[in-house]
């Protein structure tokens, strides 16, 4: 059971959200070759590693995305901050 978030209190949202890095990966997806020519789904586009359709600054946006989602449950990001979130 979670609390409803109210629109008044921004500071309840949880600020080591990777949704950033998320954000940045799913529209740099959905510009890439795989995606936009090729026709392909997002999900096949984001297991696909052939640089040829998908530029490695997705791939680098991906591999920062599993990490950011991995710190999450990592205790010393909890009391520090997750460096990757934004």
Not at 23 to 32: A, E, H, R
Not at 50 to 69: G, T
């Amino acid at each position: 059971m979670s609390l409803p978030l109210d629109p008044k209190k921004p500071w309840r949202k949880a600020s080591n959200s990777c949704h950033v890095v998320r954000n940045d990966m799913v529209t740099c997806f959905q510009k890439s070759r795989c995606f936009q020519e090729e026709g392909m789904s997002y999900k096949k586009c984001l297991h696909n590693m052939d640089p040829e359709f998908v530029p490695e600054r997705c791939q680098q946006l991906r591999q920062a995305y599993s990490v950011c989602r991995k710190n999450l449950l990592n205790a010393k990001y909890r009391m520090r901050g997750n460096s990757l979130s934004f």
